[in-house]
Structures are given as structure tokens and as C-alpha cells.
């Protein structure tokens, strides 16, 4: 794993929009694994900045979310796909035919198969972008879930509704299921970038980067994963045990690379 520590919160976004506009620029029909929740926002919205002001152009993109919540349908305000219509689809240049999400309406059962099916037609996912819960999920893969698993529906725990009730006024429906891509789902993504910021996830992060792997710690799976990049601002990297090491050697790359045109130090 690479792991970033960024000065801060919006530097660590503009780095990982960086490796998204890098990996645009490299492929011809790029596929971009997705997520919802808090921190891929500012992620999205420097996206949404370098397309306005800079032609940063999503035409050739597809997209294939992380999950869906059971029983939203796809005009709901809650729905994910709800999320990613506000905060990146409708401000890029993205054709809408290309951006796929579970569908979290139909047989929950088939709906998992059936989007495996679709990532597969589309030749895989080049780049995943992740966050990561306090609990150590990925997607919602919470503790303890299969690190062999497929996209499928996950009964999410306590920890990640009450974090996630946030979204949901106090008397609105909030699901407790969701359709999730599963930990074998996200490893077959050819990279993976997972951003945290803020000292609500250091432990979690801490655990994903340096524990032990363990189903009890889903992002811990990445470990097995041979190019993951992990972003961290101060706040998340708090608990890292190596974290000298990881800016040593940060330093020695940007040295390497310096020069790289169009890098966000
Ligand atoms: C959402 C998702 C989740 C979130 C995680 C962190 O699509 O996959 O794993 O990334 O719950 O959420 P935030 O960023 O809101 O702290």
C-alpha cells in the first residue's frame, strides 16, 4: 500500500482527484468503481471544478457505485443514486447511460448477480474509489463479512446506522439494508484509492493499514490488493505506527518524480 498524508483535508481530495484525472487521461474507456458518504464529496467537487474551468471531459467514463440501500428507489432523496446525480453526475459531462448503481428495487438477490454480470461486461473497474467507516467497513462490507464476497445484500449494524442517520431526518424511513459489491468484488478492481480524513477514522484506518488481516476489519482486505493508495489527512493518520516511514518515503517518490507536470504535492 501507498499511503499519502496530505497537509489537510482539501489537499488530500486534490490529490486523489489528481490519480482520477491521471487514470481519465490513460485509458481509452475508462470504468471507475464509486462512492457515496461524506468523503468523496470535496473528491467531486474538485472533479467538478477541473471539468469547468480546465475541460476536464467524463465523456468516455463509466461508472459502477459501491451500493445501494434495499428499497430507495433511484428518485429518492436518500438514494445513492439520488446522491451521485447532486454531488458529481449533473455538473460533468458524464452520458448517464454509463453510470450504474445496485438496484436496490427489485430481487435484492438477483439484483447482486446481475451487476457482477454488468462490471464484468464492461471489461472490470480500473480505479475504485473508497471511504471507509469507523467500524473498518468498505462499501458496507461490515465486520465479519466474507472477505470472498460478491455483490449481495448486508444487514448494516448499529455503529453505521446511527453514523449514517445524519442524511436521514429524525422521522424518516432509513433502511438497514443495502446492496453492497462484496471484498472479492473491490479486489478485482485493477487499483484501488481509498481516501479518510478526520480523526473520527484513524483507528480505522490504523487497522486497515497496519493490523492484521481480518474479517473483523474489512478494509483490511486491501492488504492483499497489489496497488492500493491510501490518503489521509493529519487527523486520520494519527494512529499509523509507521507514519514516518510512509512520509519518508512520499518524499523520496515526489522526488523521483519531480518531473512529473501537474502534480498536486
Ligand atoms: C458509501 C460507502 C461507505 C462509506 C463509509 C464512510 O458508498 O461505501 O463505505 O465510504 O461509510 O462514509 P463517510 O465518508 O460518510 O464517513
Known amino acids: 500500500m501507498q499511503v499519502i498524508i496530505t497537509a489537510n483535508a482539501s489537499a488530500a481530495a486534490a490529490h486523489a482527484a489528481d490519480i482520477v484525472e491521471r487514470t481519465l487521461a490513460e485509458l481509452e474507456a475508462p470504468v471507475f468503481g464509486l462512492a457515496t458518504g461524506s468523503t468523496p464529496v470535496a473528491l467531486y467537487q474538485a472533479l467538478i471544478e477541473r471539468h469547468r474551468h480546465q475541460g476536464?471531459?467524463?465523456a468516455r467514463l463509466t461508472t459502477f457505485n459501491l451500493d445501494e440501500y434495499v428499497g430507495l428507489p433511484p428518485g429518492h432523496p436518500q438514494?445513492?443514486?439520488?446522491?451521485?446525480?447532486?454531488?458529481?453526475?449533473d455538473h460533468v459531462d458524464i452520458d448517464p447511460a454509463n453510470t450504474f448503481l445496485p438496484d436496490g428495487t427489485g430481487d435484492p438477490l438477483e439484483a447482486g448477480s446481475a451487476y457482477e454480470a454488468l462490471i464484468e461486461d464492461h471489461g472490470g473497474i480500473d480505479l475504485q474509489v473508497l471511504g471507509i467507516g469507523r467500524n473498518g467497513h468498505i462499501g458496507f462490507n461490515e465486520p465479519t463479512s466474507s472477505l470472498g464476497s460478491r455483490t449481495r445484500v448486508k444487514t448494516l449494524t448499529r455503529d453505521t446506522l446511527k453514523a449514517n442517520a445524519r442524511f436521514f431526518a429524525p422521522d424518516e424511513f432509513q433502511p438497514?439494508?443495502?446492496?453492497?459489491?462484496g471484498?472479492?468484488?473491490?479486489?478485482?478492481?485493477?487499483?484501488?484509492?481509498?481516501i479518510a480524513t478526520g480523526e473520527a477514522k484513524a483507528e480505522a484506518v490504523a487497522r486497515c493499514v497496519e493490523g492484521p488481516l481480518s474479517a473483523l476489519v474489512p478494509a483490511s482486505a486491501?492488504?492483499?490488493?497489489?496497488?492500493v493508495t491510501v490518503i489521509v489527512d493529519p487527523a486520520a493518520a494519527e494512529r499509523l505506527e509507521l507514519r514516518d516511514y510512509y512520509e519518508f518515503a512520499a518524499a523520496h517518490q515526489r522526488?523521483?518524480?519531480r518531473a512529473t507536470p501537474g502534480e498536486t504535492p
Open 56 to 58: 476536464l471531459s467524463f
Open 79 to 89: 438514494s445513492y443514486r439520488h446522491f451521485m446525480q447532486r454531488e458529481l453526475f
Open 176 to 181: 438497514s439494508l443495502a446492496l453492497t459489491m
Open 183 to 194: 471484498i472479492a468484488t473491490i479486489l478485482e478492481a485493477r487499483s484501488i484509492l481509498l
Open 222 to 227: 486491501l492488504q492483499l490488493h497489489p496497488k
Open 255 to 257: 522526488q523521483l518524480h
